[in-house]
């Protein structure tokens, strides 16, 4: 079971080999403190692209040294971020991290028919948090991507981290699809989606996981929350991943669990041709390494 975020390296590939990491636009503190770092234990091999004098100046009161990283330099925020992710299309590396640039920047340029990263799929959130008063690490998605997804894309949104919790040696997460109430209520369309998903595990049309729901947040992930409302569920208080019914509710959840709950977290957008780590500006140094650690540890397997 995972309990640590840090129990991730034992998925890393060889690391006298790391994978390329793009950091675009790459003049932002903390992400050059996470990529150095990084670096320096052979995680990932760093290229920077982004205004060249403003990153060696924050480098340089950090202390910190970018002696042999690979440099673009590019002043301009949409022509950076532009020039990284081509070069991920391009396959000169093999993961992308947003550096200080607005979220649907970013995602707008990944999503570029031309050069972008499409596969085909729909691309998502996914976002692994480390909780104290919880027995292991905790899957929230989609957080930062789809807005108001669809049934359908629900299913993609759930297939997309199930494949990474398979990836990381969870053959069957346990998904619980949240609503305000454990029941089903006409008038809450999550409450809806929700049954009609779990049903769809059952029989079999959702694979890889185990599926219930609707589920309130308490009963998901405290089984004497469940057991005071009565419910039986496989899922509830041991839930390996909730899924959000929109991002409004996923994102007041990540910053309530990263700002009240001092939660430990990692993040990325699934589905793309690379893995793709995507923090909030707002996030730590250590949220940011962790979330390189985490492409890294899914992008080869
Ligand atoms: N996966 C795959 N393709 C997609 C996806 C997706 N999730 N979203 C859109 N597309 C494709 C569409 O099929 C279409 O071909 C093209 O991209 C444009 O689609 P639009 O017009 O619906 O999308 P955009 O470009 O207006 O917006 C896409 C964003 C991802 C930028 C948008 O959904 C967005 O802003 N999301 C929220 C990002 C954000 O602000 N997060 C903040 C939290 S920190």
Do not use: W
């Not at 760093?46 to 480098?59: F, H, Q, S, W, Y």
């Not at 301009?76 to 391009?90: E, M, Q, S």
Request: hydrophobic content about 45%.
């Amino acid at each position: 079971m995972l309990k640590k975020l840090d129990d991730l390296r034992q998925f890393l590939p060889d690391t006298k080999n790391p994978q390329k990491l793009v950091l675009v636009p790459s003049e932002d503190a903390h992400s050059i403190g996470a990529v150095a770092r990084a670096a320096e234990e052979g995680i990932i091999e760093p290229i920077l692209v982004g205004d060249r004098e403003k990153t060696e100046g924050l480098a340089e009161v950090m202390k910190i040294s970018l002696k042999g990283f690979r440099f673009y330099d590019e002043k301009d925020n949409i022509k950076a971020v532009r020039l990284g992710v081509k070069l991920i299309h391009d396959g000169e590396a093999e993961v992308l991290m947003k550096g200080k640039v607005g979220t649907s920047i970013l995602l707008k340029a990944v999503l570029d028919k031309e050069y972008g990263l499409r596969t085909g799929k729909l691309l998502s959130h996914f976002a692994l948090f480390e909780v104290e008063t919880y027995h292991k690490l905790i899957g929230v998605t989609d957080v930062a991507m789809n807005i108001a997804p669809t049934l359908d894309e629900k299913i993609a949104i759930l297939n997309n981290s199930v494949e990474i919790f398979n990836k990381l040696n969870v053959p069957e997460p346990k998904v619980a699809v949240l609503g305000a109430v454990e029941q089903v209520n006409t008038s809450m369309s999550a409450t809806l989606d929700a049954a009609l998903l779990s049903k769809m595990n059952q029989r079999g049309q959702i694979r890889n996981c185990i599926v219930d729901g609707p589920l309130a947040f308490d009963n998901a992930i405290s089984l004497e929350s469940a057991r005071h409302k009565e419910i039986k569920s496989e899922v509830a208080g041991d839930t390996d991943l909730l899924l959000m019914p929109d991002i409004e509710v996923g994102n007041v959840l990540y910053k309530s669990l990263v700002f009240f709950a001092k939660a430990k977290v990692a993040s990325m957008i699934v589905g793309a041709a690379a893995p793709i780590v995507l923090t909030s500006r707002s996030d730590s140094e250590q949220a940011k390494f962790d979330s390189i650690l985490l492409a890294a540890a899914t992008a080869s397997r």
